[in-house]
């Protein structure tokens, strides 16, 4: 009798159940070295400003009318950018809620500041290029942060 062949069991195909969406970090990695840097900047300008700016010695800088005022919103927000950049890094290591505020609250102050010094220049016709600049790079910071972390909140305690 000719050899009986068994019936072939139906084949099984196996789907990959779907895994969740894990969202990267490489950005938090990077962030904190950039806020690092960018203190350390502001840290120096500061410092070679604590004598005179651009020659004049800085108590009288602040008193100039109007001009005098951005000087100092420009020279205190400067010094409130470092701590909001010292505080945000040790937040973020940390992986703290607080943290990426602190960053929001930075690139906000960014802007407001610029803004306010961009007023003040234009009225005395000074060069205005570098402060837009600022207030688009602040603003573009401030947007990319907003996304990044509005998608990570879970990750922050």
């Known amino acids: 009798p000719a050899a009986q062949t068994p019936p072939q069991a139906g084949a099984?195909?196996?789907?990959?159940?779907?895994?969740?969406?894990?969202?990267?970090?490489k950005w938090l990695t990077v962030l904190p070295i950039l806020l690092g840097i960018g203190a350390v900047f502001n840290l120096i300008s500061i410092i070679s400003l604590m004598d005179t700016l651009d020659g004049i010695p800085l108590g009288f800088a602040f008193s100039l009318p109007t001009i005098g005022p951005a000087f100092a919103v420009a020279f205190f927000a400067t010094i409130a950018l470092i701590v909001l950049a010292v505080v945000s890094i040790?937040?973020?290591?940390?992986?703290?809620?607080?943290?990426?505020?602190?960053?929001?609250?930075?690139?906000?102050?960014?802007?407001?500041?610029?803004?306010?010094?961009?007023?003040?220049?234009?009225?005395?016709?000074?060069?205005?290029?570098?402060?837009?600049?600022?207030?688009?790079?602040?603003?573009?910071?401030?947007?990319?942060?907003?996304?990044?972390?509005?998608?990570?909140?879970?990750?922050?305690?």
């Open 90 to 157: 040790i937040l973020l290591v940390r992986r703290k809620k607080a943290g990426y505020l602190c960053v929001y609250a930075l690139y906000a102050l960014q802007i407001l500041a610029n803004i306010i010094v961009l007023f003040a220049y234009l009225d005395f016709g000074m060069e205005v290029v570098s402060i837009i600049l600022s207030i688009l790079i602040g603003a573009v910071m401030l947007a990319i942060n907003v996304v990044y972390f509005g998608k990570r909140k879970q990750l922050f305690s």
């Open 12 to 25: 099984y195909q196996t789907v990959a159940s779907p895994q969740p969406m894990q969202l990267g970090t």
